[in-house]
Nanobody, 123 residues
């Protein structure tokens, strides 16, 4: 039974940085696309990035482009989301998902989802 586990969420001041981790167990990430999503209270879920594990190609939403970076971990079954220049509007619960494709469609059912980690940006 495969699963994803996110970690690294925390309280950080505006302008600060955090690195989230998404670790897979029970399956290999090599042939998947890892998507990062976030959901703030009262808002719809937002897809923010994808990394294709087969070639490390990435895609970012405009809201995070230039500030967030996806990367593969040295441990092959781990993906990182480096978040820099954080803003209060980045406050949300962050999730990773694994699927053969990158999809930000709200009704798309990804094969694996993590349980999420809270990121709070506040002074």
């Amino acid at each position: 039974q495969g699963q994803l586990v996110e970690s690294g969420g925390d309280l950080v001041q505006p302008g600060g940085s955090l690195r989230l981790s998404c670790a897979a167990s029970g399956f290999t990430l090599d042939y998947y696309v890892i998507g990062w999503f976030r959901q703030a209270p009262g808002k719809v879920r937002e897809g923010i990035s994808c990394i294709n594990m087969s070639d490390s190609s990435t895609l970012y939403a405009d809201s995070v482009k230039g500030r967030f970076t996806d990367s593969r971990g040295a441990a092959k079954n781990t993906v990182y989301l480096q978040m820099n220049s954080l803003k209060p509007e980045d406050t949300a619960y962050y999730y990773c998902a694994a699927d053969p494709v990158c999809s930000f469609e709200r009704n798309y059912v990804h094969r694996y989802w993590g349980q999420g980690t809270q990121v709070t940006v506040s002074s």
